[in-house]
């Protein structure tokens, strides 16, 4: 099969077979032209090897040129950035195999066995893909180069990429003006084949294809990716685009599909796991007369939470002193080692599920103890606290595991100055406790696929908080991500008062 192309030709041996595994690569010999260059162009999911044929050129691999010539060959691993130019006068012919990578990320469970079960769950499509994409994002989605755009069963963007070429970008900006590019307008695909989806051609000659994402008989949302130049498919001319041949059309297309069956695959494990949970939730309703077997399992859940939460920085903490003994720095070293002290105590020795505010507050003060040994004078805490609610009750240690959070994801390595501020205010009987950070600010796409997430017990981040406030106030509170006209970013919590017993001054409390 001979594909023509704006640079030369393709003479295909051998084209992936999709249905058969073993034969999930694609063999050709390409002729690039004299006086013609491949445009540099990204190897999206695939690997490829070239061996020279014929004649003579230069490479552009990754921003690096290597000269080439008869006998020579090169390996291109996967998202791979390549130009050819031709710089000979005869045709340049290589012997090209390439083959798609599969990126360790599906979550495989037996769904066969749970089949029956399936077909009786309770899905709430609504957020069962947000949670899918949060749980598959770091290890898949920010790691391939491919521009690509998920869509919700509402057609709201679920997560984008940064990664879409610059003739898209300077011709209509897809992120920044999704409303007027005609690659993200909604269409109707009437049967349309889930396995083959479907292919557009924008206005300006490129090529997307498209994905429904279904599940369990119901279509959760979409996906479209690629965003490339295939010639026979446009009339326009683009000398300055890449013509792209059948090896990166196939590639792309695995990668989209990957994509689509990672989703599925996690919404199969989410419903075999939200299935257990109903079935504990029943047995608990026939043992419901043994209250001390219910309050047992309550202590022990909110000490396994406690304990997933706190590893984390309690590794990231003992590095840190590690490094401070090694450099001699005996009296920062010291007080660390009091602070961390402080908060193990307090860990080891509350076995109540409820704390006073001022309890949680003083934890919290440790734990940036330790942090502006860090930080040092870059480190700005604000506090703005009710005088009223010093002493009301709140779940044991929910505040520093947010705060961590910020520390964690909200700010850059570039910020010059770190400011924490954490406000308490008072509206009627509700508590409305606000932690902001001015780190990294969050677009309103990512702040719905997190606020979406948390709510679904993924195992990341955010998601404990609201686990802890759900098994301390049922539904009576609220939690979500928040972003202000200053470009703060922030966590904001409802949640009931409740207070010990005694008179409270009025006013605002305030720490340094």
Known sequence: MNQKTEWGHINWIHTQNDENPRQSFSVGITCVLPGKSLQEHIHYGIDQFLYILDGEG???????????????????????????????KTPVREFMVSHPVSYDSEINIDSESLEKDYKTADLSQGNLIYSAIEAIRMQLLETISLPFTIYDEMWSIVIQSNKFPAYCNEMCDPKGNTKYCNCMLQKDFNDLDIEEGAQLTCEYGLSVFHYPIMYNGKQLGSIRGGHILISDLTTTDHDELYDSPRSTIIGIQSLLKQIVRSISSYCTFNTSRNLLVEKDKSLREVLSSNEILEKSLNIVNDKVTNLRINHHFLFNTLNSLASMSLSGDRYDLYEAIINLSKMFRYTMTVDLNFVSLDAEIEYLETYLNLQRLRYVSQLEVQYYIDQELINMMVPFNFLQPVVENAFTHGFSPSDDKKIIKIIVRKSEDTAIITIINNGIPLNQVTMNRINKSITSNTGHGLSFIYEKLKSAYSEDFMMKVISNNNGETGVIMYIPIRCEEGKHDKGYYRRR
């Open 58 to 88: 230069i490479y552009i691999i990754n921003g690096v040129e290597k000269k080439f010539k008869k006998g020579m060959f090169f390996y291109l691993e996967a998202d791979t950035s390549h130009t050819t130019i031709n710089k000979g």
